[in-house]
Nanobody, 118 residues
Framework: QVQLVESGGGLVQAGGSLRLSCAAS????????MGWYRQAPGKQRELVAV???????NYADSVQGRFTISRDNAKNMLYLEMNSLKPEDTAVYYC????????????WGQGTLVTVSS
């Protein structure tokens, strides 16, 4: 069983910054691609950013230049540095990972709430 646990969400004023973390834990697994998704009230879950095991990244247009995704493969950690936050960034942010145990699995964290006040 592989688990993802997010942390770092909270309330911040517009223009502020937050750093989200995601820890992957379990036994005998390998993490491949990892990503952050978000879901705002009344909206569908959307991709924020993804990063491959080799460090290749891709961002949603709405966060390009403001958010930075990174990972520490040795620690099985994923991060999202969020700067210049806007009220429209308010959402529950979810960590996602492709992991290989006995087979390929897609795993989701429980989510962490980010609220940006105007």
């Amino acid at each position: 069983q592989v688990q993802l646990v997010e942390s770092g969400g909270g309330l911040v004023q517009a223009g502020g910054s937050l750093r989200l973390s995601c820890a992957a834990s379990g036994s005998s697994f390998r993490v491949t691609i990892m990503g952050w998704y978000r879901q705002a009230p009344g909206k569908q879950r959307e991709l924020v950013a993804v990063i491959t095991s080799g460090g290749g990244t891709n961002y949603a247009d709405s966060v390009q230049g403001r958010f930075t995704i990174s990972r520490d493969n040795a620690k099985n950690m994923l991060y999202l540095e969020m700067n210049s936050l806007k009220p429209e960034d308010t959402a529950v942010y979810y960590c996602n990972a492709g992991v290989i145990v006995s087979r390929y699995l897609e795993v989701w964290g429980q989510g962490t709430l980010v609220t940006v006040s105007s």
